[in-house]
């Protein structure tokens, strides 16, 4: 956590704080929209042999790999050397969708796995140092200008769901598709969507209607352009941090070493250990969108076109909460939103539980997508809000235990959904939900403790300065 005096380095980024977050945001708006929108289609349109889901599964799998290593790469190639490393990968992954067979996909999921560690280590970087920055210059408590900060960002960051699953929905509207009646009862209930979907069920159970290859291949050329695009903007546009450590100071190999332990320390952090099932949640949260509401809540029961329109209000509702919430935290306290939104993302779960899937459930289903989508973009906005506050002084490691995490809560969740039904994956959140609030306020009552110790340190410093000043002057003047 932070110290008072901890924010005392050098200013390198003073007067360009607020650029550099709106640069790196329109980056991550370009890369992902093309990645958002083809994440959430790989559960419906690669459905054959679950390739979708195992791609997926690959991204996050090495994605966890890559978190713990994720300090080391970025001291070695710099955070901006590694963000354009990883756009590089999303424009090899958006064209790898273009002959989506297994060893394309597999590939292609492994290269953006293995770079996304550093990417948002790297972004978590680059905002907290220009919060450090920017409270510096202006003389404003740092607390605040890490939620604002986040807080732009991941508003920002909801723009990809809105324009890439937008656009798949618009071009996917133009490809052809047959009426299906197979997977509805006498009484129009869908009896095989939602809760009840299970993956060993076939295509004709749950009415997967696929559209034309040709439709797809221009969805997918259309991705591959939008990551084409955040990579030169990245290139061009995006300023470099400042190197910390020179190859001066360590070689490569100790730098490497020493950059991984502290990853390894800080996960035996008391503090870290009480956030972790916080992270794990929104791990879950977040993978649910991605695979579970597509397929089975929007899919199965009113065709893959729709795909994108329900993801892209998902997207809206996301923006707003991050915007928001640090707002609304700052005002009325951080732990009152938190407990809150594990609340509320417990109600939502029971929501997808208990609907219906009928014929006439699409009032009910497009406001559970859009409070899931509140939830969900105002939980990570808060989360790393606090991470960066808790870890300001060791960024680089509290960033790659916290998409470490993430990644490893993304592939078991998506691995798990090859195998579980939607219903037991649903109980699994609940327990996930319990255990998360309960972390929560042990939490809490941890950085109150530890927030007044560090105060009562730094008094105690100052009152042993100003003693220390007071007896060298009664000795000058008595000389």
């Not at 003073?14 to 289609?41: H, P």
């Not at 065709?303 to 923006?319: K, Q, R, S, T, W």
Request: net charge negative.
């Amino acid at each position: 956590m932070c110290s008072p005096n901890c924010f005392a380095s050098e200013n390198n980024l003073s007067g360009k704080e607020k650029r550099t977050v709106i640069i790196l945001s329109i980056i991550f708006v370009v890369v992902f929209s093309g990645f958002d929108g083809m994440q959430n289609l790989q559960s419906t349109l690669n459905n054959e042999s679950g390739r979708g889901v195992i791609s997926l599964s690959v991204v996050y799998g090495c994605f966890v790999l890559s978190s713990f290593f994720a300090p080391s790469f970025i001291r070695v190639l710099t955070a901006k050397g590694c963000l354009i490393i990883c756009c590089v990968s999303h424009v090899v992954y958006a064209a790898s969708n273009l002959y989506p067979v297994f060893w394309t996909l597999l590939s292609a999921s492994a290269f953006v796995g293995l770079t996304s560690g550093a990417l948002w280590t790297s972004q978590g970087m680059y905002i907290s140092q220009c919060a450090i920055s920017f409270s510096q210059t202006k003389n404003v408590p740092v607390k605040e200008i890490f939620g604002k900060f986040h807080g732009i960002f991941y508003f920002s960051y909801a723009f990809p769901r809105i324009l890439g699953n937008s656009l798949s929905s618009i071009i996917l509207m133009q490809s052809h598709y047959n009426e299906t009646t197979t997977n509805s009862s006498e009484t129009g209930e869908i009896i095989t969507c939602g809760a009840d979907l299970c993956p060993e069920m076939s295509m004709a159970q749950v009415s997967l209607e696929e559209p034309d290859p040709l439709t797809v291949k221009i969805l997918m050329a259309a991705f591959t352009t939008l990551s084409i695009i955040g990579l030169f903007l990245c290139i061009f546009l995006l300023p470099p941090l400042p190197i910390t450590v020179t190859s001066s100071q360590k070689s490569v190999c100790r730098k490497m070493l020493s950059s991984s332990c502290s990853c390894l320390r800080l996960n035996t952090d008391v503090a870290m250990i009480l956030f972790i099932p916080s992270v794990v949640l929104f791990s879950f949260v977040e993978s649910f969108s991605w695979i579970d509401i597509p397929k089975a809540y929007i899919s199965c029961p009113f065709g893959v076109e729709f795909v994108g329109f329900f993801m892209a209000l998902n997207g809206v509702m996301n923006g707003i909460s991050s915007f928001l919430l640090p707002r609304l935290a700052n005002r009325i306290g951080r732990k009152y939103v938190m407990a809150s939104l594990i609340i509320g993302i417990t109600a939502v779960h029971v929501g997808f539980l208990v609907w219906t899937t009928t014929d006439d459930g699409l009032p009910q289903i497009i406001g559970i997508i859009a409070v899931h989508g509140l939830l969900e973009g105002g939980f990570c906005t808060l989360l790393v809000a606090l991470l960066s506050f808790m870890y300001a002084e060791n960024t680089d490691a509290s960033f790659a235990s916290f998409t470490t995490w993430k990644a490893l809560g993304n592939t078991v969740n998506i691995g798990l959904a090859y195998y579980l039904c939607e219903r037991s994956r649903l109980y699994i959140i609940f327990a996930l939900c319990t255990l998360s609030i309960i972390s929560y306020v042990a939490l809490d009552i941890h950085l109150q403790k530890k927030t007044k110790l560090t105060e009562v340190d730094y008094e105690e410093e100052n009152e042993t300065i100003n003693v220390e000043l007071r007896g060298a002057e009664d000795s000058s003047d008595k000389k």
